[in-house]
């Protein structure tokens, strides 16, 4: 499995922006595809937007598209949320995830990660 950390959640206001990171190490970062998950309090994880391993293909929840942008750098092994228009909604707490794939199909569940990061909290503020 390889390791992940979370980085850059914090406490903006509704309409602002925050960029999250996930720095990724133990394993080859551009064999994994990744995904991003949120978990409001009291509920179950959801997905957000998740990343094909060579960044060709990209997929988003339909809460965040149009808002959300998913990046990769795979020579710096990290995954970025790129996190506009924030809404009061859109508070939760958000965990990368990653798991050995393909290029031709880019995992959207929970349960097809396995590996995961301790989260970082978002907070917006109306």
């Known amino acids: 499995q390889v390791q992940l950390v979370e980085s850059g959640g914090g406490l903006v206001q509704v309409g602002g922006s925050l960029r999250l990171s996930c720095a990724a190490s133990?394993?080859?970062?551009?064999?994994?595809?990744m995904g991003w998950f949120r978990q409001h309090p009291g509920k179950q994880r959801e997905f957000v937007a998740a990343i094909n391993r060579n960044g060709g293909t990209t997929y988003y929840a339909d809460s965040v598209k149009g808002r959300f942008t998913v990046s990769r750098d795979n020579a710096k092994n990290t995954v970025y949320l790129q996190m506009n228009s924030l809404k009061p909604e859109d508070t939760a707490v958000y965990y990368c995830?990653?798991?050995?794939?393909?290029?031709?199909?880019?995992?959207?569940?929970?349960?097809?990660?396995?590996?995961w990061g301790q989260g970082t909290q978002v907070a917006v503020s109306s």
């Open positions: 995830a990653a798991v050995a794939g393909s290029y031709y199909y880019t995992q959207t569940r929970t349960y097809e990660y396995d590996s």
């Open positions: 133990g394993r080859t970062f551009s064999d994994y595809n």
